[in-house]
């Protein structure tokens, strides 16, 4: 790659925003069709209510297997070598869910989602795609701009879908093979944007100049938890992303069915949880602001704290449809505050040639972590009840959020990049 100046590097950073949120809308579009349709497609295909509980399982199987790859892609190729390989992974999972439905196969489904799921893997490592020319002090604000774009395809993917299976009939295909015509469509366009807008690659520009020690001449991911291990700050924000994540997932998850038992309709049910993905991704940016003024360990502890008093409104919420709501709300925000700081805080914790393979193992933790703790989550709910979940989660996430606390003098504002 040609020398560009350092004082070229904020210009490209501009450019490099623009585009990864670009990205971050039309696959959330994708993304967002996927998650409102799949669980039923897989039910309409199958005809049991136990299969198509598999839908969710699968796609976030899927994004836990491609943080790995798309890092080791970045890390080897840049962050365009990355995105592609997650967007493009996903684009092949659209298409064969086509093909599913129009073979009527359950199980081809099931997996046609796992390769879906490497969507959301694309998405999340974006944000970190963000921080590689950020200037100091600003990594939290840049990433989480780019966690905000997201809001768009997220609202707009679900009320797609309708037209979208209105369409795809128009044109042959079977009943519901539509909405993923239009997510392989929208990660199309998602693939065309990365490779032609993000020139020069983030990545490689900010390697430019320095002696590189690539991760993938190694293990990719025992060179990850070492470099993790070896650092405090690391490990602080790790456990930030991986903890926030488990808890939210954990109480979202079993929210719908507290609320059908409590005969809340489907209108009602969508409108929680659209409010809810509004306070996770909508004030981001104020989010991303305050971890660069006041401190990683300072929001990351707020947000524990904000989960902790989610959990108990959920908790003892009753069937309360506003307070359940407010609950909700207050989820997605305490998740958004672990998200964009513990990001920040793990990204600038290690050399720029170890962020690849250390921000692939903290996507892949935390998605292992989701998966158990929505698994765990229905044990509870369905052993004891909901108002046991959330005790229990605002029980723990205060448990991490002093643990932090405690540990701040760990952290640092600057990169010791």
């Known amino acids: ?92 999972g659209c298409l064969a869910a086509v093909a599913s439905i129009e073979l009527v196969s359950w199980p081809l489904l099931l997996v046609s989602l796992v390769l879906v799921g490497a969507g959301s893997a694309g998405n999340l490592s974006a944000r970190y795609a963000a921080t590689d020319l950020a200037p100091p002090g600003q990594t939290a604000r840049h990433l989480s701009l780019v966690v905000w774009a997201a809001t768009i395809g997220s609202v707009a993917g679900p009320n797609l879908a309708d037209p979208a299976d209105g369409l795809g009939m128009d044109l042959g295909l079977n009943h519901s093979a539509g909405p993923f015509a239009l997510a392989a469509l929208a990660f199309a366009v998602a693939l065309v944007v990365i490779n032609a807008g993000l020139r020069p690659d983030p990545l490689l520009l900010a390697r430019q100049g320095r002696e590189v020690t690539v991760a993938r001449k190694r293990q990719p991911l025992r060179a990850a938890v070492e470099t993790v291990k070896a650092s405090p700050a690391a490990r602080i924000g790790l456990l930030t992303i991986a903890s926030g994540h488990t808890a939210m997932v954990s109480v979202m998850s079993m929210t719908p069915v507290h609320l059908d038992h409590g005969h809340a309709g489907i209108s009602v049910i969508g409108m929680v949880l659209s409010l809810h993905i509004a306070g996770m991704f909508m004030f981001s940016p104020l989010v991303g602001w305050a971890a660069d003024r006041f401190g990683r360990a300072l929001v990351a502890t707020a947000g524990m704290g904000i989960l902790v008093a989610a959990g108990l409104l959920a908790a003892f919420g009753g069937h309360n449809v506003p307070v359940i709501t407010a609950g909700l709300i207050l989820l997605g925000l305490g998740w958004s505050c672990t998200l964009v700081s513990g990001s920040a805080l793990l990204t600038e914790a290690v050399e720029i040639d170890r962020r690849p393979a250390v921000q692939g193992l903290s996507d892949l933790t935390m998605n292992v972590c989701g998966a158990a703790g929505a698994l765990v989550a229905g044990a509870i709910v369905g052993v004891v009840s909901y108002l046991a979940l959330g005790v229990i989660t605002a029980a723990l996430t205060g448990v991490t959020g002093v643990v932090i606390w405690r540990r701040r003098g760990t952290t640092s504002l600057k990169s010791p990049a």
Do not use: F, N
């Not at 560009?4 to 993304?31: C, D, F, Y």
């Open 1 to 92: 790659m040609t020398a560009i100046p350092l004082a070229s590097h904020q210009k490209v950073q501009r450019r490099t925003l623009g585009v990864l949120s670009a990205v971050q809308i039309v696959s959330g579009v994708g993304i967002a069709v996927m998650l409102a349709l799949s669980s039923l497609t897989v039910y309409e295909l199958s005809g049991s209510e136990a299969i198509s509980g598999l839908a969710g399982t699968a796609a976030v199987l899927g994004t836990a297997l491609m943080a790995l790859p798309a890092a080791r892609a970045a890390d080897g190729g840049g962050r365009r070598a990355g995105l592609s390989l997650a967007y493009g992974t996903a684009l092949l």
